[in-house]
């Protein structure tokens, strides 16, 4: 039985958590509550397998509750009304977020992946995410989820991304490749527009790794790599690069 606590303080949101973890037969709810003190007494005591915790509270946000923690929470998700500097952090951070009100198939997928991955978030993921919060702005990396961890990536360290269905590799300036089962699109927003470059379908470049154009139909990096420019983005691409 998975032990669940709710850190909300709208009775609405806590209510509606309420009935969707009602419906899960190997879930426990064991409390919920709306405040930091209480939020870190729950947490220590209960030391829950799952949270769903509000990103925004009355008297903190859920970063101050995570760093006041001794032992890190087994898994979180977080929960926000739409804000889209809230939830760009969390993409940053690879981390786990439902939308206000919960749609109840976005909530069972969340629990699947819970059951299917059941990693502990890293301080790591959490500090970015927060500093990306705290920022409104692009931080200077990226959480990539890959093979059972996830790795911190420096953007600058990225020299281009490919699209392949559901499935996102990002090949490193080292060589490496990540693969990260999140479609292109997902990291199309993203990414800071003045750094990367969408230049087909399939693929975003680093442009600070683009070293000529062939043809106009073809962006060539610095490691001889050739990568296709789509007729449709082409005046885009030209105009940008051009203009640098």
């Keep these: 039985m998975n032990k669940v606590v709710i850190i909300e303080d709208e009775p609405a949101a806590v209510n509606e958590l309420?009935?969707?973890?009602?419906?899960?037969?190997?879930?426990?709810?064991?409390?919920?509550?709306?405040?930091?003190?209480?939020?870190l007494?729950?947490?220590?005591?209960?030391?829950?397998?799952?949270?769903?915790?509000?990103?925004?509270?009355?008297?903190?946000?859920?970063?101050?509750?995570?760093?006041?923690?001794?032992?890190?929470?087994?898994?979180?998700?977080?929960?926000?009304?739409?804000?889209?500097?809230a939830i760009r952090a969390i993409k940053y951070g690879a981390l786990d977020y439902l939308l206000k009100p919960v749609d109840e198939q976005e909530?069972?997928?969340?629990?699947?992946?819970?059951?299917?991955?059941?990693?502990?978030?890293?301080?790591?993921?959490l500090s970015l995410a927060e500093s990306t919060l705290q920022k409104k702005q692009a931080p200077q990396h990226i959480a990539l989820p890959s093979l059972g961890e996830v790795r911190i990536i420096p953007l600058t360290d990225i020299r281009y991304c490919r699209g392949d269905g559901p499935y996102t590799h990002f090949f490193l300036a080292n060589g490496k490749k990540e693969t990260v089962s999140r479609p292109l699109k997902?990291?199309?927003?993203?990414?800071?527009?003045?750094?990367?470059?969408?230049?087909?379908?399939?693929?975003?470049?680093?442009?600070?790794?683009?070293?000529?154009?062939?043809?106009?139909?073809?962006?060539?990096?610095?490691?001889?790599?050739?990568?296709?420019?789509?007729?449709r983005r082409k005046r885009d691409i030209l105009n940008r690069l051009i203009g640098k």
């Excluded at 309420?18 to 939020?39: H, P, R, S, W």
């Excluded at 909530?107 to 993921?125: D, G, H, M, P, V």
């Design 186 to 231: 997902f990291y199309e927003s993203m990414l800071p527009e003045d750094q990367f470059l969408r230049t087909h379908q399939s693929y975003i470049v680093n442009t600070a790794y683009i070293e000529s154009l062939i043809s106009h139909t073809t962006v060539v990096l610095d490691n001889g790599e050739e990568i296709p420019i789509s007729s």
């Design 18 to 39: 309420k009935v969707l973890i009602g419906q899960e037969e190997d879930f426990e709810l064991m409390g919920n509550t709306g405040t930091l003190d209480d939020a």
């Design 107 to 125: 909530f069972k997928e969340a629990i699947e992946r819970f059951r299917n991955l059941n990693e502990r978030a890293s301080r790591e993921q």
């Design 41 to 85: 007494h729950l947490i220590d005591h209960i030391q829950p397998d799952l949270i769903f915790m509000d990103i925004s509270l009355y008297d903190c946000n859920a970063f101050d509750i995570l760093n006041g923690l001794q032992t890190m929470p087994k898994h979180i998700i977080f929960v926000t009304a739409y804000n889209q500097y």
